[in-house]
């Protein structure tokens, strides 16, 4: 209150002398007026905000779906005459504009973290939905990130990654799908695909490429391979400290990517995500890997038919590759912010709830935003990749779990992406000793200090 | 009329004053008070006293990116200037299309940071490639003069505009008086136009150095601090120790390295204003 | 001698053209790329010209400017350049001028506090300042300008004080004498005499305002407000992708007003030069 008060005299303040000092300008003397009506509506527009109904403000995580959340939260308050306001962070810049929005009056009600390491830093922010309605529809409860026995948050989109395949090429290479069951069929048909690339006019892997813009797909998706088959031997979901058991497998499918792709391994520094996805769709290279939310970038109009795609699993030599389906999970959950009124949160219950449940908030998500949601009443996706993730589980394949949101911290995950990058340039043994040790020291430090002090 | 002036004082200084107060020396002060603080956003600041400072010291990557800032911001600092003085010294010559010379050398300026660092990443990785040099992510060398080039690419038109500004503030009076005694072209530069625009010199060197000490968006979009930190700028430290850290405990110590920062810098510019101050004439 | 002299005019002009040609060709580049298809814009491409394949005409401007509310932010953009720099020109101006002309401790101690401003990263403030903002609502496009004239009158004094050290105190002692108050002595005498540096200033404090991520971002009410350069940042999407082709012919866009005005201010430099009022 009295830091208020303070406010409100030091803007009267300046209000009154600049109108009594910048007489001269027309357009300060203007905004004058205004700065001055604001400050003595301060209270007035807290109260309305939190009026009895309550109001919901989502702090959108997913850029390119900025517009499909704008109209769905329109048809809620159509519907309810609940308010809701998305605001979407741009890309990078989410932990940025949230720490920054936290701290304001009428902070966001709704959030995302991206799996443990992300609720480290907001697990005081976030509201215990064990009671939740919407905690009932998850189809399963690995869907619903816990702190202890709090569930603070809940996993609202699956998604998944593997090898997006371009069929009509892999045929003209003389494949199918079906001729690649194990990491050994990948190997072959890759090199196979190098050793004519002349005359076939293509190469069997989209750069890979390391700038920021796509290097999480090596860093963070590929290393979650290593990371989960070792989490399985050793019965764990999460360590202290990560042997790397399977890194020479890295190693093999690390090498297979930058060797038999459309351009020198040297130059993958610089290859951005919009390279790769370029030449997939311009047809330079059968094998892309990435993931179900790239559909919308490949499927289409003037771009590939669903029966010119497929995803296969990034088979790792390891374990039983028959059975191994796509790399299956979510780094995209929900936490309802409990410093926010007791209207605001109940809004924002409802809303989420709605949102997972209703035909209209359901077809959303499902045909507008191309997601697979995690509950109860989730609809057919549209989304090819999806699909074929549905299949190969009914099929009894075995999806590989995101391991990767237990990694330590960025830097690790960046620590590993230098080394990669560096052994891409030269592939000399004591290079790759660089990304062994960023990855098994590395993460040791890292979690140290994650963790420690 | 120092006493008239005086009497103004609420007109003339209150209005700056007062926004500043809000704009900087408020956030300033609560800031200052934050290093000292465990949080995660502004609200729940927990008071520990001294401990993020004594984190700092432990922080090799600190001491890392303030060495590259200094050795960047030297290199930086005299490259600008020299050529922006030299431009300035061409284009106040009369030459034919002085102005459309002027507007080009200072269009980079009218492009914001972030996608001047993109263009600039794409283009020397370009060369680097032609050279068959490994690119920026993994070349350290290549970061520290592709930065170099690039806040030169886009200062030195700002700077060369201040000194042209400096330049035909020079008297022609005093330049006439050179010419009848007989100076040549070497020594009228030396002897009088460079003392007559000490003051711009001045300005521009104070800003060439804190923009330098402060370069963030054009590191951060140009190299990220590639490769291993190697390329890191102070500014893009304390940013890094902010966000790509979880947990209270980062959140303080950024705070604190930006105040540790402040006083470095300080001290430096503090250094640098009284050294070229003392060189300029009073008129 | 004079023939000389024209020779080596003639040189100069040649290495000036060269350089200028190296100094626009990154700016070219990104128009070239505003103008073609999307799948056309990758590391390897960036430097081709379009071709009639890669072409995309102004399909990308349409895209920029239908897509994502371009209109609404610009004029935010605008309207907050124009303020805050309108806001900073003219008070800290007159700071400025008070500054130089009183000597006194407190002067003293101001102008150190300006200058001091100038050398704090913004990451130390950022989030103190956002929250300072929103307490006292400072967070529209019709008053952010006192945040930026409160963030940037550490530049602009320091500037404007550089600058008035050089105008001779005669002119302005006379015209107190003549009877006129400190108000009308700066208005009359002082300002029209500080037009270079006034344009300089502004030019400078406009290109950052304009220009600028991180601040509105953090102080702007967010939910409401979108300027020109937050909107760019809506081009690059979660995963890595990058509307390339929409983001440089927005770019572009962004670039076209601060040239107009940069122009426009030019003229002023040359002419307050030559008007001869500076001349010590």
Known sequence: MKKKLLALTLTGALAMSLLAGCGSSGDTAATDTTAAEDTTTTEDTAADTTSAEGSVYYLNFKPEQDQQWQDLAAVYTEETGVPVTVVTAASGQYETTLMSEMGKSGAPTLFQVNGPVGLANWKDYCYDLSDSDIYGELTSDTYALKDGDKVAGIGYVIESYGLIVNTDLLEQAGYTTDDIQSFEDLKAVAEDITARSDELGFAAFTSAGMDSSSDWRFKTHLANLPIYFEYQDRGITSTDAIEGTYLDNYRAIWDLYINNSTCDPAELSAKTADDATSEFLNGQAVFYQNGSWEYGNVAGEGKFSDDQLAMIPIYFGVGDEANQGLCTGTENYWCVNNQADEADIQATLDFIYWCVTSEEGTTAMATDMGFVIPFKNAQEPTNLFVKEDQEMTAAGKTPISWNFTTMPSEEWKNGVGQALTAYAADQTDANWDGVVSAFVDGWATEYALANGQ | ?283 | MAKRKKISNINWSILLTILALLYVYPIIMIIFNSLKQETAITTNGAFTLPTSETFAGLANYVNAIESKGFLQSLGYSLLITVTSVAAILICCSMCAWFITRVKSKISQALYFLFVFSMVVPFQMVMFTLSQTADALKLNTPYNIWVIYLGFGAGLAVFMFAGFMKSVPLEVEEASMIDGCNPLQTFFRIVLPMLRPTLVSVGILEAMWVWNDYLLPTLVLDIKKYKTIPMLIQYFRGSYGRVEMGPMMACITLTVIPIVIVYLLGQKHIIKGVAAGAVKG
């Open chain 2, 1 to 283: 009329m120092e006493k008239a002036i005086k009497r103004y004082s609420p007109i003339f200084v209150l209005p700056t004053l007062l926004a500043f107060t809000i704009g900087f020396i408020i956030p300033f002060l609560e800031g200052l008070y934050l290093a000292f603080c465990q949080f995660t956003t502004v609200r729940d600041a927990a008071f520990i006293g001294v401990g993020n400072f004594k984190r700092i010291f432990s922080d090799t990557t600190f001491l890392q990116s303030f060495k590259f800032t200094v050795l960047f911001a030297l290199a930086s600092i005299i490259i600008i200037n020299v050529i922006a003085f030299g431009l300035a010294l061409l284009l106040t010559r009369n030459l034919k299309g002085t102005n459309i010379f002027r507007t080009v050398f200072f269009m980079p300026n009218l492009i914001g940071g972030i996608v001047l660092g993109y263009i600039w990443q794409i283009l020397i990785n370009c060369v680097l490639s032609l050279v068959g040099e490994p690119l920026l992510a993994l070349n350290s060398t290549a970061g520290y003069w592709g930065l170099i080039a690039l806040v030169s690419w886009q200062q030195i038109g700002y700077m060369m505009i201040i000194y042209i500004a400096g330049l035909q503030n020079v008297s022609e009076d005093l330049l006439e008086a050179a010419q009848i005694d007989g100076a040549s072209a070497w020594k009228t530069l030396w002897r009088v136009k460079l003392p007559m625009v000490m003051p711009s010199i001045t300005i521009c060197v104070f800003l060439t150095l804190t923009n330098s000490f402060k370069l963030f968006d054009q590191s951060l979009a140009l190299t990220g601090g590639d490769p291993n930190h190697l390329t890191e700028t102070l500014a893009l430290n304390i940013y890094y120790t902010f966000y790509s850290r979880a947990g209270a405990q980062w959140k303080g110590l950024g705070q604190a390295k930006a105040v540790l920062f402040c006083v470095l810098v300080i001290v430096i510019s503090l250094l640098q204003l009284k050294a070229t101050r003392s060189k300029e004439v009073q008129q």
